[in-house]
């Protein structure tokens, strides 16, 4: 490479890094349905495949499938628009990500104890100090 090619190549990161860069971050724990339908479709696409991303790392899969991944962008779309309320972030959007939505069971609810406590026993008194 020529020593004009390298300095127009190497400007702009030299630039990037002189001026003050502005903390960027985001807190996703409360993104909800509503906010996602909000967003243009190319950013949905964008924000649907890091989504995926990052149920997929949570699981340690490795490999995605790019007819689930599809399947799983369809699935967050409709069960969006069917409740806006939902967060992005959950349960249910994670099984919709990963594709098990049938294939897990919902968990039970908790059974009522059949046989009732006994009574806890009386305090007792301490013993005097001599």
């Known amino acids: ?58 699981a340690q899969r490795p490999a995605i499938d790019r007819d689930k991944l599809q399947a799983a962008l369809d699935a967050i779309e409709k069960a969006c628009e069917r409740n806006g309320a939902m967060p992005l972030i959950g349960a249910e959007a994670r099984s919709l990500f990963l594709g098990e939505a049938a294939s897990q069971p919902t968990p039970a609810a908790p059974q009522p104890e059949t046989q009732p406590r006994p009574a806890p026993a009386a305090p007792s008194r301490p013993t005097p100090l001599r």
Do not use: I, N
């Not at 349905?33 to 997929?56: I, K, N, S, T």
């Open 1 to 58: 490479m020529c020593r004009k090619g390298l300095t127009w190549a190497v400007t702009p990161l030299l630039a990037g890094l002189a001026s003050p860069a502005l903390p960027q971050s985001a807190d996703l724990s409360g993104a909800t349905c509503a906010a996602y339908l909000e967003q243009p479709a190319g950013d949905r696409r964008q924000f649907g495949l890091w989504l995926h991303g990052y149920y997929a790392g949570a």
